[in-house]
């Protein structure tokens, strides 16, 4: 409600010079839009700056489902993760046996167009010229518009795969195992030296037993680490304490009480506050 200009004079000269009129004007159209403040000073249109700011929250959301399809992705790819899979989907048309992550690729293409459109906004900002130009019109119409759309159709998308994920604990656990022994190596040193061993004998062995070890599987076979540093003569007061050491549960630190604490703190305030939104949906499982 600012007029040809941003001036205010059409309104003005309607209430006969009352000043105060104008400014109630402009209240109460504010509150009927259901705003509760207004912009104190623009031109005939608002600073496209709002635009902007609007499409920052749709980008951020747009970089966060990214990032987790492409985790996804990455994790599908070595068989840990899966996204659903409907009993008659086809992964591939030209290989049939394939399980692509379809949903997860079709997130982050509509991320990539989301995250884009910031950067147009951010022009269609930058380039209100003096009191306005029209060059904005056409192209926020587009932009704002298919943004909305587009984040969307990629909330309903992660959603689909969040509520369906398959994990596959035997597999995250065969990959752990081909890994920890290399992963473990400090703390094997460490054992050792606490054992009594010299700390330059130990690295000495260590590092012999990971090179044997890279090279048979860049082979083509199993991880031979664990075996190879129990028959270490400089290791060999370690024998018997091996697995203790290289057990999976000593590396995870506070992981599980951070899932927990997370769930509590963030998740759950969140469900309760658009209870009224999710009905008795609201449900994260663990």
Same mark, same amino acid.
Request: include cysteine; charged fraction near 25%; hydrophobic fraction near 45%.
């Given at each position: 409600m600012?007029?040809?200009?941003?001036? !205010?004079a059409s309104f003005?000269?309607?209430?006969?010079?009352?000043?105060?009129?104008?400014?109630?004007?402009?209240?109460?159209?504010?509150r009927a839009f259901g705003f509760e403040?207004?912009?104190?000073?623009?031109? !005939?249109?608002?600073?496209?700056?709002?635009?902007?700011r609007v499409l920052?929250?749709?980008?951020?959301?747009? !970089?966060?489902a990214h990032k987790f399809a492409v985790d996804l992705r990455l994790l599908a790819s070595r068989k840990e993760l899966e996204e659903?899979?409907?009993?008659k989907q086809i992964g591939s048309s030209a290989m049939p046996w394939k399980?692509?992550?379809?949903?997860?690729?079709?997130?982050?293409?509509?991320?990539?167009?989301?995250?884009?459109g910031l950067d147009n906004a951010a022009h269609t900002a930058a380039n209100q010229w003096l009191e306005r130009t029209l060059d904005d019109s056409a192209n926020r119409r587009l932009v704002i518009a298919e943004s909305f759309l587009a984040t969307d159709a990629i909330l309903i998308l992660q959603l689909d795969v969040a509520r369906g994920l398959v994990v596959r604990p035997h597999v995250i656990a065969k990959n752990l195992a081909?890994?920890?022994?290399?992963?473990a190596s400090e703390h094997v040193m460490m054992a050792a030296v606490k054992a009594g061993a010299d700390r330059q004998d130990v690295h000495e062995s260590i590092r012999r037993a990971s090179r044997t070890a890279s090279e048979a599987i860049l082979a083509g076979g199993e991880n031979p680490l664990r075996s190879?540093?129990?028959?270490?003569?400089?290791?060999?007061?370690?024998?018997?304490?091996?697995?203790?050491?290289?057990?999976?549960?000593?590396?995870?630190?506070?992981?599980?009480? !951070?899932?927990?604490?997370?769930?509590?703190?963030?998740?759950d305030p969140i469900l309760e506050r658009n209870a009224y939104l999710l009905g008795e949906k609201a449900e994260v499982r663990v």
């Amino acid at each position: 409600m600012k007029g040809t200009t941003g001036t !205010q004079a059409s309104f003005l000269e309607l209430f006969d010079g009352d000043h105060g009129k104008v400014r109630e004007l402009d209240a109460r159209v504010t509150r009927a839009f259901g705003f509760e403040r207004s912009f104190g000073v623009t031109g !005939q249109t608002y600073p496209r700056q709002a635009d902007f700011r609007v499409l920052q929250v749709l980008s951020s959301v747009a !970089q966060s489902a990214h990032k987790f399809a492409v985790d996804l992705r990455l994790l599908a790819s070595r068989k840990e993760l899966e996204e659903p899979f409907e009993s008659k989907q086809i992964g591939s048309s030209a290989m049939p046996w394939k399980r692509n992550p379809m949903r997860s690729e079709r997130i982050c293409s509509l991320a990539r167009y989301v995250i884009a459109g910031l950067d147009n906004a951010a022009h269609t900002a930058a380039n209100q010229w003096l009191e306005r130009t029209l060059d904005d019109s056409a192209n926020r119409r587009l932009v704002i518009a298919e943004s909305f759309l587009a984040t969307d159709a990629i909330l309903i998308l992660q959603l689909d795969v969040a509520r369906g994920l398959v994990v596959r604990p035997h597999v995250i656990a065969k990959n752990l195992a081909a890994e920890l022994p290399f992963l473990a190596s400090e703390h094997v040193m460490m054992a050792a030296v606490k054992a009594g061993a010299d700390r330059q004998d130990v690295h000495e062995s260590i590092r012999r037993a990971s090179r044997t070890a890279s090279e048979a599987i860049l082979a083509g076979g199993e991880n031979p680490l664990r075996s190879l540093l129990a028959l270490d003569p400089v290791l060999g007061r370690l024998a018997g304490h091996l697995d203790d050491i290289l057990d999976p549960a000593r590396f995870v630190g506070r992981a599980p009480e !951070q899932v927990e604490e997370f769930l509590a703190a963030e998740v759950d305030p969140i469900l309760e506050r658009n209870a009224y939104l999710l009905g008795e949906k609201a449900e994260v499982r663990v």
